[in-house]
C-alpha cells in the first residue's frame, strides 16, 4: 500500500512536492521523487512498506534503465510470476518484490499482464522506449487513481486532494455529478465531482501518449454474472467444499506479509469465515499465533455487534481486541475524518471504520476482512426485498396500493438501525419506480422526486441513474437477482464500500486485504445461479453452507447486520450540525432546511441525505483556492 503521483506537461518540482506530501499518511515509511532530465515529466511515490521492506523503493527501475514504475496495492501471486519470468530468462534485482515483478511483467507480456495479475493496485508504468505512461486499476478498484488531462498534460494522484496540489489541475465543480452524488451517495466512475478531474474505473487502462500529448481509456476488465445452470445439478455438499477450498487459498495468499498481520473481525458470516480460514492457515504456515482480531462497538445497541464478535473470537482462537465509538466522540471524530477525506464519498460508516483501523494500526500493518461476500452472495436485505416487490407489482395495485402508501407513509420514525418504518418506507420509494430503477432508489438517500425538489429543477430519472440502466442492461443475465448482483458490485462495492474502507484505513497507513475479491474465486462465484445464492428467504445460501463445518450454527445463521453508525440520532440531539451556509451550489434552501426539520422533530429520518450534504459541504469548503 502506498500513495502515487506524478504528470507530464506544465508544473515544476514544488508541483510534484505538494501532491506527493498529501499522502504522507499512505505512506510513511519512504519518499520518491524523480524529475526526467529532458520531458516535463516528474513521477512521485509515498511508501508503505509490507514486502521486500529493503528492497521496494520507488519509482523503480528497470536495469537498464527504460522502464519506471510508481505503484500502490499487491500482488498476490507475484511469486508464482517471477518464478515464471525467471524461467523465461528475466533476472531480479530484489529479494520479493512484487513491485519488480510488474516491470519484468510489462517487458515479457505487455499490457497483457493485466490478465495474469491477482491482487489489487493502481500504478503508473513509464515506458521510455515508446515515449508514454501506461496507467492501470485492478478489477474491482480496491485501490484509487485519479487523473486530470487535456492536450499535453496528464497528471495523477492516489487521491483527490493530492491532485488539486498541482497548480495547473483545476477545481471547477461539476453540477451533474454532484446531483448524481445525492442518488448513489458516491460519484460512479469515471467522474469525480470536478469537471476536469476523472479516475480510472476499476478494471480500467489510461495510456497517455507525449508525442500526441492524449490520454486514451477503456476497461480491460468487467465484472459480469454468467450463470451456469449446470451447476444447480452439481451435489451442493461439493460444490460447498470448492467454495471453502476458494476461500481458504485466497485468504492464503494474503497472509503474504513481512509485516504484522491482524483481522478485522465483526462476528457476522463474512469476517468469521475469513478469520476461520486464517487461523488454520497460521497453523499451517507456522506462523505466529494466535491472530489479533479487532471490532468496534458502539454505545447505541441496535449498532453495536461486540457480543458477537467476541462469541466468533473465543470460537476462532483469535487475540481479540474492542474499541468504542460513543455519542460524545462524534463531532471531533466527524471533523477529523472529513478534514482528512477530501472526496464525495457519502458512506458515514467510514467514521467507524476510521476508528477501527486506527485500533488496528497500533499492532499490525495489514488487516483482512469480509467486503465483497454479500455483493457476490446475495447477502443485503434488498435482495429478499425484491422477491417482495414481485408479488407486490403483481397483485397490489390501484386503490389498494395507494392505501398502503398512506399507511406505511404514517408509519411513527424510528432511528434504529434498519428499523421496521425505515425498510418499509425505503421500499414504498423503490416501489414507485420501474423494476430496473427501484434498488438505486433503495440505496439512495433521497427518492428522483425529493432530489429534483433539493434542486428546484427535474432531471429525467434515466439521466440520474443512467450507470444503473446501464449495469441493468448489460448483464448477460435476466434474472433480477443477477441484476441487482451487479449493481451491488458495480455501484456500491466498487464506488463506495472499497473506496471508503481504503481511504479510511489508509489514513493510519493500513493495508486491508479482501480474500471474497480473489480472481479465481470470483470467476467461480459469478457462475453460480443465483438459486445457490438466495434460497427462498435465505441470503448467502451456498456460503452458509460452506460454513457448517467450520464455524458455529448462531454465526451462520445471525441476520446480515451492516457496518453503521447512528448518525440520526446523532443529527437529532445536536451532535452532529451543517453549517449555515450552504456550499453546494444550486440547492433549494428551503428544501434543505424543511428536510432538517423533519429529521429534528422525529417526523422523518433523512440520516442518508444530511451526512450526505455534511460531507459535501466540507469537501468543497476544503479545495484549495
Same mark, same amino acid.
Given at each position: 500500500?502506498?500513495?502515487?503521483?506524478?504528470?507530464?506537461?506544465?508544473?515544476?518540482?514544488?508541483?510534484?512536492?505538494?501532491?506527493?506530501?498529501?499522502?504522507?499518511?499512505?505512506?510513511?515509511?519512504?519518499?520518491?521523487?524523480?524529475?526526467?532530465?529532458?520531458?516535463?515529466?516528474?513521477?512521485?511515490?509515498?511508501?508503505?512498506?509490507?514486502?521486500?521492506?529493503?528492497?521496494?523503493?520507488?519509482?523503480?527501475?528497470?536495469?537498464?534503465?527504460?522502464?519506471?514504475?510508481?505503484?500502490?496495492?499487491?500482488?498476490?501471486?507475484?511469486?508464482?510470476?517471477?518464478?515464471?519470468?525467471?524461467?523465461?530468462?528475466?533476472?531480479?534485482?530484489?529479494?520479493?518484490?512484487?513491485?519488480?515483478?510488474?516491470?519484468?511483467?510489462?517487458?515479457?507480456?505487455?499490457?497483457?499482464?493485466?490478465?495474469?495479475?491477482?491482487?489489487?493496485?493502481?500504478?503508473?508504468?513509464?515506458?521510455?522506449?515508446?515515449?508514454?505512461?501506461?496507467?492501470?486499476?485492478?478489477?474491482?478498484?480496491?485501490?484509487?487513481?485519479?487523473?486530470?488531462?487535456?492536450?499535453?498534460?496528464?497528471?495523477?494522484?492516489?487521491?483527490?486532494?493530492?491532485?488539486?496540489?498541482?497548480?495547473?489541475?483545476?477545481?471547477?465543480?461539476?453540477?451533474?455529478?454532484?446531483?448524481?452524488?445525492?442518488?448513489?451517495?458516491?460519484?460512479?466512475?469515471?467522474?469525480?465531482?470536478?469537471?476536469?478531474?476523472?479516475?480510472?474505473?476499476?478494471?480500467?487502462?489510461?495510456?497517455?501518449?507525449?508525442?500526441?500529448?492524449?490520454?486514451?481509456?477503456?476497461?480491460?476488465?468487467?465484472?459480469?454474472?454468467?450463470?451456469?445452470?449446470?451447476?444447480?445439478?452439481?451435489?451442493?455438499?461439493?460444490?460447498?467444499?470448492?467454495?471453502?477450498?476458494?476461500?481458504?487459498?485466497?485468504?492464503?495468499?494474503?497472509?503474504?506479509?513481512?509485516?504484522?498481520?491482524?483481522?478485522?473481525?465483526?462476528?457476522?458470516?463474512?469476517?468469521?469465515?475469513?478469520?476461520?480460514?486464517?487461523?488454520?492457515?497460521?497453523?499451517?504456515?507456522?506462523?505466529?499465533?494466535?491472530?489479533?482480531?479487532?471490532?468496534?462497538?458502539?454505545?447505541?445497541?441496535?449498532?453495536?455487534?461486540?457480543?458477537?464478535?467476541?462469541?466468533?473470537?473465543?470460537?476462532?482462537?483469535?487475540?481479540?481486541?474492542?474499541?468504542?465509538?460513543?455519542?460524545?466522540?462524534?463531532?471531533?471524530?466527524?471533523?477529523?475524518?472529513?478534514?482528512?477525506?477530501?472526496?464525495?464519498?457519502?458512506?458515514?460508516?467510514?467514521?467507524?471504520?476510521?476508528?477501527?483501523?486506527?485500533?488496528?494500526?497500533?499492532?499490525?500493518?495489514?488487516?483482512?476482512?469480509?467486503?465483497?461476500?454479500?455483493?457476490?452472495?446475495?447477502?443485503?436485505?434488498?435482495?429478499?426485498?425484491?422477491?417482495?416487490?414481485?408479488?407486490?407489482?403483481?397483485?397490489?395495485?390501484?386503490?389498494?396500493?395507494?392505501?398502503?402508501?398512506?399507511?406505511?407513509?404514517?408509519?411513527?420514525?424510528?432511528?434504529?438501525?434498519?428499523?421496521?418504518?425505515?425498510?418499509?418506507?425505503?421500499?414504498?420509494?423503490?416501489?414507485?419506480?420501474?423494476?430496473?430503477?427501484?434498488?438505486?432508489?433503495?440505496?439512495?438517500?433521497?427518492?428522483?422526486?425529493?432530489?429534483?425538489?433539493?434542486?428546484? $429543477?427535474?432531471?429525467?430519472?434515466?439521466? @440520474? %441513474?443512467?450507470?444503473?440502466?446501464? =449495469?441493468? #442492461? +448489460?448483464?448477460?443475465?435476466?434474472? *433480477?437477482?443477477?441484476?441487482?448482483?451487479?449493481?451491488?458490485?458495480?455501484?456500491?462495492?466498487?464506488?463506495?464500500?472499497?473506496?471508503?474502507?481504503?481511504?479510511?484505513?489508509?489514513?493510519?497507513?493500513?493495508?486491508?486485504?479482501?480474500?471474497?475479491?480473489?480472481?479465481?474465486?470470483?470467476?467461480?462465484?459469478?457462475?453460480?445461479?443465483?438459486?445457490?445464492?438466495?434460497?427462498?428467504?435465505?441470503?448467502?445460501?451456498?456460503?452458509?453452507?460452506?460454513?457448517?463445518?467450520?464455524?458455529?450454527?448462531?454465526?451462520?445463521?445471525?441476520?446480515?447486520?451492516?457496518?453503521?453508525?447512528?448518525?440520526?440520532?446523532?443529527?437529532?440531539?445536536?451532535?452532529?450540525?451543517?453549517?449555515?451556509?450552504?456550499?453546494?451550489?444550486?440547492?433549494?434552501?428551503?428544501?434543505?432546511?424543511?428536510?432538517?426539520?423533519?429529521?429534528? $422533530?422525529?417526523?422523518?429520518?433523512?440520516? @442518508? %441525505?444530511?451526512?450526505?450534504?455534511? =460531507?459535501? #459541504? +466540507?469537501?468543497?469548503?476544503?479545495? *484549495?483556492?
Amino acid at each position: 500500500m502506498c500513495g502515487l503521483t506524478g504528470f507530464y506537461g506544465p508544473g515544476d518540482r514544488d508541483d510534484l512536492r505538494r501532491m506527493t506530501d498529501r499522502l504522507l499518511h499512505r505512506g510513511p515509511d519512504g519518499e520518491g521523487l524523480w524529475q526526467h532530465d529532458k520531458e516535463p515529466l516528474f513521477l512521485g511515490h509515498r511508501r508503505l512498506a509490507i514486502v521486500d521492506l529493503a528492497g521496494g523503493d520507488q519509482p523503480m527501475w528497470t536495469a537498464e534503465g527504460d522502464l519506471a514504475v510508481v505503484y500502490d496495492g499487491e500482488i498476490y501471486n507475484h511469486a508464482e510470476l517471477r518464478s515464471e519470468l525467471t524461467e523465461l530468462g528475466h533476472r531480479f534485482r530484489t529479494d520479493h518484490s512484487d513491485t519488480e515483478v510488474l516491470l519484468h511483467g510489462y517487458r515479457e507480456w505487455g499490457q497483457a499482464i493485466l490478465d495474469r495479475l491477482n491482487g489489487m493496485w493502481a500504478f503508473a508504468l513509464l515506458d521510455l522506449p515508446r515515449q508514454r505512461l501506461f496507467c492501470a486499476r485492478d478489477r474491482f478498484g480496491q485501490k484509487p487513481f485519479f487523473y486530470a488531462t487535456r492536450p499535453g498534460f496528464f497528471a495523477f494522484a492516489s487521491e483527490l486532494p493530492a491532485l488539486l496540489a498541482h497548480r495547473h489541475v483545476s477545481a471547477e465543480l461539476d453540477p451533474v455529478a454532484i446531483r448524481k452524488y445525492f442518488a448513489y451517495n458516491t460519484v460512479p466512475s469515471p467522474g469525480t465531482g470536478y469537471r476536469h478531474i476523472a479516475q480510472l474505473e476499476p478494471g480500467g487502462v489510461a495510456v497517455f501518449e507525449f508525442g500526441s500529448g492524449v490520454a486514451r481509456t477503456r476497461r480491460w476488465w468487467r465484472f459480469a454474472i454468467e450463470p451456469d445452470p449446470a451447476m444447480l445439478h452439481e451435489r451442493e455438499d461439493r460444490l460447498a467444499e470448492r467454495l471453502r477450498s476458494l476461500l481458504a487459498t485466497a485468504v492464503t495468499r494474503r497472509l503474504m506479509a513481512d509485516v504484522p498481520i491482524g483481522l478485522f473481525l465483526s462476528g457476522g458470516l463474512d469476517s468469521s469465515m475469513v478469520t476461520a480460514m486464517a487461523t488454520g492457515a497460521v497453523r499451517t504456515l507456522a506462523m505466529q499465533a494466535p491472530l489479533p482480531s479487532f471490532s468496534i462497538g458502539f454505545d447505541e445497541p441496535s449498532f453495536d455487534e461486540t457480543a458477537a464478535a467476541r462469541a466468533a473470537s473465543r470460537h476462532l482462537g483469535t487475540d481479540h481486541r474492542v474499541c468504542t465509538l460513543s455519542r460524545n466522540q462524534a463531532p471531533q471524530l466527524v471533523d477529523e475524518v472529513l478534514g482528512k477525506l477530501g472526496q464525495w464519498l457519502g458512506d458515514s460508516s467510514i467514521l467507524p471504520t476510521y476508528q477501527l483501523s486506527a485500533h488496528a494500526r497500533e499492532s499490525v500493518t495489514v488487516a483482512l476482512g469480509g467486503d465483497g461476500a454479500d455483493e457476490l452472495f446475495a447477502g443485503y436485505a434488498p435482495f429478499r426485498a425484491l422477491q417482495t416487490a414481485g408479488w407486490y407489482r403483481r397483485y397490489v395495485r390501484g386503490r389498494l396500493h395507494r392505501a398502503v402508501t398512506l399507511c406505511v407513509a404514517a408509519l411513527p420514525t424510528s432511528h434504529r438501525h434498519m428499523s421496521f418504518d425505515f425498510k418499509l418506507k425505503k421500499a414504498m420509494k423503490g416501489l414507485a419506480v420501474s423494476p430496473r430503477l427501484q434498488v438505486p432508489v433503495w440505496m439512495s438517500s433521497l427518492a428522483p422526486k425529493e432530489i429534483d425538489q433539493l434542486f428546484g $429543477e427535474p432531471m429525467p430519472t434515466a439521466e @440520474l %441513474f443512467s450507470e444503473a440502466i446501464d =449495469v441493468w #442492461d +448489460r448483464c448477460p443475465s435476466v434474472d *433480477p437477482i443477477d441484476r441487482a448482483l451487479e449493481f451491488f458490485t458495480h455501484l456500491y462495492l466498487s464506488e463506495g464500500i472499497l473506496a471508503k474502507v481504503d481511504r479510511a484505513a489508509m489514513m493510519h497507513g493500513l493495508e486491508v486485504r479482501s480474500p471474497f475479491l480473489d480472481i479465481e474465486l470470483v470467476d467461480w462465484v459469478r457462475r453460480l445461479p443465483a438459486a445457490l445464492k438466495l434460497r427462498g428467504r435465505h441470503t448467502k445460501y451456498l456460503l452458509r453452507k460452506a460454513a457448517r463445518p467450520i464455524l458455529p450454527r448462531k454465526v451462520i445463521a445471525r441476520a446480515q447486520q451492516g457496518f453503521a453508525v447512528p448518525v440520526g440520532p446523532w443529527f437529532r440531539d445536536g451532535r452532529l450540525a451543517l453549517d449555515a451556509t450552504r456550499r453546494v451550489a444550486g440547492l433549494d434552501e428551503a428544501e434543505v432546511q424543511r428536510l432538517m426539520r423533519e429529521h429534528r $422533530e422525529g417526523r422523518a429520518d433523512h440520516r @442518508l %441525505f444530511l451526512w450526505n450534504l455534511l =460531507v459535501a #459541504d +466540507r469537501v468543497i469548503a476544503d479545495v *484549495p483556492k
